[in-house]
């Protein structure tokens, strides 16, 4: 039986080992069949699950609290040992390999950072590094190199100790400290929860800057849906008992929810939610007449009136906006000022759908300002522009479901047919998907 | 009086100075007990509720029938009264040793064997330095206490301060036997005091600023 499923696993994962685009240095992680009995529970936390978490992915498991999604994350580095299953990692069979060692080899985040209060900033992120043996020179130069990947500046932050940081700055470190010894896989348990929200969307915003640099594997407990969305690749909903609900993209599971479970958990908004999946980077946006203080306002018009638009986009030297005239406006006007108009419609290119409909509902214009890095203009985004991203963006969903990774539990199977268990869970999820 | 420190001074030194290293190697023996008894039980909160009543319950004893009760099986000398010291010395350290370690929050206990330290890495690198103060702290009350308890312990002939005063007390009316009382009396408190600034120095030199209060 189990090698029934390790030869299957192995076919799933090895082709996509041998594809692997280069920059990925996370490694594939596979559970098999495991089961998690705590003494005294008649229940188990975890029951016969089976996961596979593609390398150099953002995974996140939500699920109701008690749901046993801490749990899963700690058997992966077995800081809870399973009752019965293997953990795989990298292909290498890790259940009973020395759990310490196992440990070194796999960045840690919990809530907070959990750094050590008695130590440094330094210490703290040169703890793996040390007990791994590198030499002196070697740790300070990685600490520096890792503080400047967190956005923190060494020279500053190095000999502080934890209480003399932020909250969000504790965070980072904690995310520093994990990433220290450039491990191919780093666990994270609610990494985000104890800081407010403003400072919350900003490290979610490193934590994909960072990932699209390193591409870790990356399992992520959270309770909150909308950071499962936000940052997963994949999203695996789990109910009591670890029973995985739908283990999917967060296009499917937003636009495609597998029962009445998930769609209870996905919550209201769903629509709405979808717009925060695509960035204004991905949808096309147009260009606009562009004009510059000093310009005679006629010479825009005209500039204007041939191109078919109805607004001018004046830049200053910088090529940033400043202005975002009509027609009316232009034809009253004599030469175009250089004055900043504050209540211009802009949104960054890293923005999300959601934001800029947001900014877009509040111009009158109906449509946003594009800038790219530094502020500078891209271009011009409108209502009809989202609406059209979203369609395709649901059609997409529905076609690139059949790479989705093997997720199962096979508790719930094993009572009725222990046989031929694995064909029959494998059948219905084929099921399911192509009904879908 | 003044005659009488004059006269005695030398010898008043040699008792200060064996009465204070008493103390603090007892203080030792007693700190890396405790801490290693505290470590044994903190785990456990049946094992901790045992430590925790034993050293109530011992800090009651009468210290000198305790140091009579020794004398029968070991004899006069030093060794009665280095075990009466070194217990009394233990009592408050390990309570504060158990409440210390008990004190530290799972989570930085889950991160440190998150990160793969082991179990006796975790304890020695991140929970002993995090209850050092509090421990600390114990061993200060532990070096008040045991400096009179030394004193007492003379009376099993041991070294220190204690014989000025048993023997000023043996002879009370005598020619200078109030000086010698008042001598072994003063000069206890003057060395629990210079003890405690050293150990306040020691707290100032060992205690990260990090977990400074």
């Not at chain 2, 509090?134 to 009376?155: D, F, K």
């Not at chain 2, 210079?194 to 977990?211: E, F, N, Q, W």
Request: proline content about 5%.
């Amino acid at each position: 039986m189990s090698e029934l499923i390790t030869s299957n696993s192995a076919e799933s994962m090895s082709p996509e080992g041998s594809t692997t685009p280069t920059g990925i240095t996370g490694a594939n992680i596979l559970l098999d069949h495991v089961t998690k009995r705590f003494p005294g529970q008649a229940r188990p936390a975890v029951d016969g699950l089976t996961m596979e978490i593609p390398a150099g992915k953002i995974v996140m498991l939500v699920g109701p609290s008690g749901c046993g999604k801490t749990t899963t994350l700690k058997m992966i580095n077995r800081l809870i040992e399973p009752s019965e299953g293997r953990i795989v990692v990298d292909g290498d069979d890790v259940t009973n390999m020395n759990g310490d060692t196992l440990r070194r080899g796999i960045g840690y985040v919990i809530q907070a950072g959990g750094l050590f209060p008695h130590m440094t900033v330094a210490t703290n992120i040169g703890l793996v590094p040390k007990m791994l043996g590198w030499d002196k020179a070697r740790i300070t130069a990685r600490v520096d190199e890792l503080l400047e990947l967190v956005s923190l500046d060494p020279a500053l932050y190095r000999n502080r100790y934890p209480k003399e940081l932020s909250g969000g700055q504790q965070q980072r470190v904690g995310v520093a400290r994990a990433l220290a010894a450039d491990p191919p896989v780093l666990l994270m348990d609610e990494p985000f929860g104890a800081v407010d929200p403003i400072t919350r969307l900003r490290l979610q915003d490193e934590l994909l800057n960072i990932q699209e640099e390193l591409q870790k594997t990356i399992v992520c407990v959270t309770h909150d849906f909308d950071e499962a969305v936000k940052l997963g690749d994949w999203i695996a909903i789990f109910n009591e008992g670890a029973q995985l609900e739908q283990y999917d993209t967060p296009e499917r599971i937003l636009g495609d929810p597998a029962n009445e479970f998930v769609e209870n958990f996905i919550g209201s908004g769903a629509g709405l939610k979808q717009l925060t999946l695509t960035r204004v980077a991905e949808v096309g946006f147009g260009d606009a007449v562009v004009g510059s203080p000093g310009e005679r306002a006629a010479d825009v018009l005209a500039r204007l009136i041939t191109a078919g638009h109805g607004h001018a986009v004046i830049v200053d030297e910088r090529h940033r906006p400043i202005q975002w005239l009509s027609r009316r406006k232009l034809g009253r006007l004599e030469v175009i000022s250089s004055v900043p108009d504050p209540k211009l419609p802009v949104v960054g290119y890293r923005a999300t759908l959601n934001d800029a409909l947001d900014i877009m509902l509040v111009s009158s214009a109906g449509a946003a300002l594009v800038t790219g890095r530094r502020d500078m203009f891209k271009g011009v985004i409108d209502v009809q522009t989202v609406m059209d991203a979203i369609t395709r963006s649901q059609t997409a969903a529905v076609l690139e479901s059949d790479q989705a990774p093997v997720g199962l539990n096979t508790g719930v199977f094993q009572a009725q047919a222990p046989a031929t268990e694995l064909n029959e869970t494998d059948s219905d999820g084929a099921d399911a998907r192509a009904s879908r | 009086m003044w005659d009488f420190l004059g006269a005695q001074y030398e010898q008043i030194l040699f008792s200060s100075w064996q009465h204070f290293s008493l103390v603090v190697q007892c203080l030792i023996l007693a700190t890396v007990l405790a801490v290693v008894l505290a470590a044994v039980v903190y785990r456990s909160s049946a094992l901790t509720g045992i430590a925790n009543s034993v050293s109530a319950i011992g800090l009651t004893i009468p210290s000198f029938a305790f140091i009579g009760l020794l004398i029968a099986p070991l004899g006069f000398g030093v060794v009665p009264a280095v075990i009466v010291v070194a217990f009394f010395a233990t009592l408050p350290i390990l309570r504060n040793a158990v409440v210390g370690l008990a004190g530290i929050a799972p989570s930085i206990v889950e991160s440190a064997r998150g990160i793969g330290m082991s179990r006796f890495r975790t304890l020695l690198q991140v929970e002993l330095p995090m209850a050092w103060p509090i421990i600390l702290t114990g061993i200060r009350v532990s070096a008040q206490m045991v400096m009179g308890i030394a004193a007492i312990a003379a009376y099993s002939l041991g070294p220190g301060l204690g014989g000025f005063i048993f023997s000023g007390l043996s002879r009370l009316g005598g020619a200078n036997s109030l000086e010698s009382v008042l001598t072994g009396v003063i000069g206890v408190v003057v060395l629990a005091l210079i003890l405690d600034l050293l150990l306040v120095g020691l707290g100032r030199l060992t205690t990260p600023r990090g977990i400074r209060v």
